[in-house]
């Protein structure tokens, strides 16, 4: 069965201190794996994408993620936090038969300034 | 253009009362996917439609849940009877054809169950 773990629930920084929020992964052949942010009381957006190709992948907002497939791991990282930068994050891996998603349990990520 | 949209935003509901949310995806997007966000926790697929393809169901929680899509437009999740434990905000997300196409996000509608 595929999964993903985001194994810290909350994550604290400084800003402009550099960010990573880790997510590691479980699948069966090829992964696809996505990171969405979620404001309070909005719906989640986007951020950036793995499917092939490049380890690092660089998506909004200067977010970038690196994949690495011997620690099965897809952390999202950035060089310097924003106090906008704060709030809910979901890594996720994309069911190759369905195309459903399969979320982690989100990271929030608090940044003070 | 037009992102995805859901209606209403809000409903709080009775135990027993029959519910239905609506999403209107993405343009020219052929897949649509339900998802249930309880409070504090990730996100669970509920049910997929794909074109003209039997939808995948395998998500849905129990008979009391329900979803039908017109064509590769408008979808309704319907809940009848609710429960306490429906209370959730109900996601609905659409995307082109394709596993490395990212899904673009309603803004969800949250159900209050009282």
């Known amino acids: 069965a595929q999964s993903v773990a985001q194994p810290e629930d909350q994550v604290n920084v400084a800003e402009g201190n550099p960010l990573t929020v880790k997510c590691t992964y479980s699948?069966?052949?090829?992964?696809?794996l996505f990171w969405y942010v979620q404001y309070p009381n909005r719906g989640l957006q986007f951020l950036l994408k793995?499917?092939?190709?490049?380890?690092l992948v660089k998506g909004s907002y200067g977010f970038e993620a690196e994949f690495n497939k011997s620690q099965t791991s897809f952390h999202l990282k950035k060089p310097s936090a924003l106090v906008s930068d704060s709030a809910l994050y979901f890594c996720?891996?994309?069911?190759?038969?369905?195309?459903?998603?399969?979320f982690g349990q989100g990271t929030t990520l608090q940044v003070k300034p | 253009g037009a992102g995805v949209s859901q209606s209403p935003s809000n409903k709080v509901t009775e135990k027993g009362k029959d519910v239905e949310l609506r999403c209107d995806p993405i343009?020219?997007?052929?897949?649509l996917y339900w998802y249930r966000q309880r409070l504090g926790q990730g996100l669970e697929f509920l049910i997929y439609?794909?074109?003209?393809?039997?939808?995948?169901k395998s998500g849905l929680p129990s008979d009391r849940f329900s979803a039908e899509r017109t064509g590769e437009s408008v979808s309704t999740l319907t809940i009848q009877r609710t429960q306490q434990e429906d209370s959730a905000v109900y996601l609905c997300?659409?995307?082109?054809?394709?596993?490395?196409?990212?899904?673009?996000f309603g803004p969800g509608t949250r159900l209050t169950v009282l």
């Open positions: 343009s020219g997007h052929t897949a």
């Open positions: 793995y499917i092939t190709g490049d380890n």
């Open positions: 439609f794909q074109g003209n393809s039997a939808p995948d």
């Open positions: 699948v069966s052949g090829n992964p696809y």
């Open positions: 996720a891996v994309r069911d190759a038969n369905t195309g459903k998603l399969i």
């Open positions: 997300a659409s995307s082109f054809v394709g596993s490395y196409n990212e899904q673009f």
